[in-house]
């Protein structure tokens, strides 16, 4: 740090929102979040990016498998077809990710990781 430039140091805030609910993203529509726009967390878990990954996996199978030309997800529309069940899925896969991020957020906040001990920082946690 001390060979970094101030000019080169930036700072801005990272906090935790509430775990999305299914029912908030049906008012999309057609349209769905994924990612970080889904996903409540600070980086403090490096799980962002891999939710990300997830999240396009899941819907590319979701889209492939419900979206076939005789399916009638057309009719039924997409959020019905589609949207509804991986966003049910998504939510809960990655529920338990935010929630560490949020708890991984707290934990390196806190006076315990400035304690010198020869094992790892996160046994202090539970």
């Known amino acids: 740090m001390e060979a970094t430039q101030v000019a ?55 889209i492939s498998k419900n979206c076939r030309p005789s399916s009638g997800w057309r009719e039924k529309g997409v959020r019905e077809s589609v949207l509804a069940e991986f966003e049910a899925e998504m939510l809960e896969r990655s529920a338990i990710k935010v929630k560490d991020s949020a708890e991984a957020a707290e934990f390196l906040h806190s006076e315990i990781v400035l304690e010198k001990k020869d094992e790892p920082r996160g046994r202090n946690i539970r």
């Open 8 to 62: 080169q140091i930036s700072g801005y805030p990272v906090y935790d929102r509430a775990l999305l609910l299914p029912k908030q993203l049906t008012k999309g529509g057609a349209v769905t979040l994924l990612g970080d726009a889904a996903h409540p967390m600070s980086p403090f878990k490096g799980q962002g990016a891999n939710q990300a990954l997830l999240d396009a996996l899941s819907l590319a199978r979701a």
